[in-house]
């Protein structure tokens, strides 16, 4: 009956399998640059070092010496370990990660399934991931795992809620769930009447954006928040008895979600695919020009890297907190905050709509 | 075709792109097994706990405080997704919306008070 489906709308079926084609593309590539420019050699220039330097020009081929390698390694399953929940950890971390992509727009057209609710489905299946790392940590049977397991669920469950509630301030502005629609509001808006720039929330919700880096930082358990991946207390935690590929997928799965995340920061507050209004005026097209399919994307690569340089800038700069600090900082502060901020947000739209 | 059905189809993507992240770790970690080596010793497959022998077992209890915190967040989850639909149609509410939407807020803000004041929020 499937199969029946298929031949009998060819075109859906030609263009889905496109898009999947391209969202390999959206997970993986824009990883592997980030992993290259910035844990690679942006992170060696801040230490005074050179970073990799023999595989290919300046060291360009060293992340697929990566892959060759963590192929080739033994794949080790703990003697004690629950073998099916512990093989498929690292699918469920990926798979939140490719779920999260889906509802990213990089054009007027160029969007893998236009959701009426996307903001709201992008929140959800963020924190899929938890689920991931709770089996990962749970599975291994061994201490630091499940110690590391379970600071990263409440971690994850901490700041899941300053995540959410920042996005709000976004919404109560575009009064829309949809990301499109988001994006719209953005250029459609004036700044006090000039509508040159359009209107990237970031100029009105940056109370918001400062919210949502930290809380992203947080869930993607960088530094200053990895106390669930401490190297040096928990020898990398939910994932220390994994080794060869299957702890490359959680490397993956980490970096991926990072640029996903600075995708959707970057479409909620950056003003997303959109370049400012005044080129449109410049070009003489309009916003949804088609060739905007095209250039979306560099533009969105790139508001995508500015988003990662602070991600990773942060990383290596700040030392990491402890266990209760990060707790006291998401109910204590960030919570408060950013209910704050929803109330302001509220006041001001119907104050001046 | 009705609306519905393109409804349908728009989260039968969603579906398939969960599928994706499968046949992905997958086509890796099956390409890896043609290449990599088993030969897995006693002594490889003991946990690590830095190098010494493990004591006792993996499955350690863990403490309440875990529990607190889970419970908090179902809460605060849950109205979460309350604020989400007024958020939207702030619009058309106005102000009676927005005076509705901070008494409740408000009441949000009186229970995380409260959790604080009876010093749950402190992680021991």
């Known amino acids: ?353 | 075709m009705s609306v519905y059905s393109d409804f349908l189809r728009e989260y039968l993507v969603v579906a398939l792109f969960g599928l994706l992240a499968f046949a992905t770790v997958g086509a890796f970690v099956g390409l890896a097994s043609l290449i990599r080596p088993d030969r897995p010793t006693p002594a490889k497959l003991e946990n690590y706990e830095s190098g010494v022998d493990p004591v006792g077992d993996g499955w350690s209890q863990s403490q309440i405080r875990y529990y607190i915190f889970a419970l908090l967040f179902v809460m605060f989850d849950v109205e979460a997704v309350f604020i989400f639909p007024w958020a939207v149609g702030l619009d058309q509410f106005g102000w009676f919306g927005l005076i509705e939407m901070v008494i409740f807020i408000f009441i949000l803000a009186l229970g995380l008070a409260y959790a604080w004041r009876k010093d749950v929020l402190r992680w021991v």
């Open chain 1, 1 to 353: 009956m499937m199969l029946a489906w298929i031949w009998s709308d060819w075109p859906w079926t030609l263009d889905t399998v496109v898009r999947l084609i391209f969202a390999i593309v959206v997970v993986l590539l824009p990883a592997g640059v980030t992993v290259y420019l910035y844990l690679f050699k942006m992170v060696s220039f801040m230490q005074s070092r050179l970073g990799p330097m023999e595989a290919g020009p300046y060291g360009s081929m060293q992340l697929l010496a990566e892959v060759g390698k963590n192929l080739q390694k033994e794949d080790i399953f703990p003697a004690k370990a629950d073998r099916t929940i512990f093989a498929l950890a690292p699918y469920v971390v990926l798979m939140s990660t490719f779920l999260l992509a889906v509802v990213i727009p990089f054009g007027p057209q160029a969007t893998f399934v236009n959701l009426d609710t996307g903001v709201f489905f992008a929140l959800a299946v963020s924190s899929v991931s938890v689920v991931g790392v709770i089996m990962a940590g749970w599975a291994s049977a061994s201490k630091y795992s499940l110690l590391g397991g379970l600071r990263a669920a409440g971690q994850l469950i901490a700041y899941e809620l300053p995540l959410i509630l920042a996005v709000v301030g976004v919404v109560i502005q575009a009064g829309t769930l949809n990301l499109q629609g988001i994006v719209t509001a953005q250029t459609q808006g004036e700044i006090f009447g000039f509508g040159g720039l359009g209107h990237p929330f970031i100029l009105t919700q940056f109370i918001g954006f400062f919210i949502f880096l930290v809380a992203v930082q947080a869930e993607l358990t960088q530094v200053p928040f990895d106390m669930p991946i401490a190297e040096s207390e928990l020898v990398s935690g939910y994932m220390t008895e994994y080794s060869g590929f299957r702890f490359l997928m959680f490397f993956i799965a980490e970096f991926a979600t990072a640029n996903i995340f600075a995708f959707l920061g970057a479409t909620l507050f950056l003003g997303g695919w959109q370049v400012p209004p005044f080129v449109h005026d410049l070009l003489g097209v309009d916003a949804n020009w088609q060739y905007f399919n095209l250039i979306g994307p560099g533009v969105m690569l790139f508001k995508m890297l500015v988003l990662t340089f602070v991600v990773y800038w942060v990383r290596f700069t700040f030392p990491r907190f402890r266990e209760d600090q990060l707790q006291k900082f998401a109910w204590k502060f960030l919570i408060p905050l950013s209910l704050v901020n929803i109330a302001i947000t509220g006041v001001l739209k119907v104050a001046f709509s």
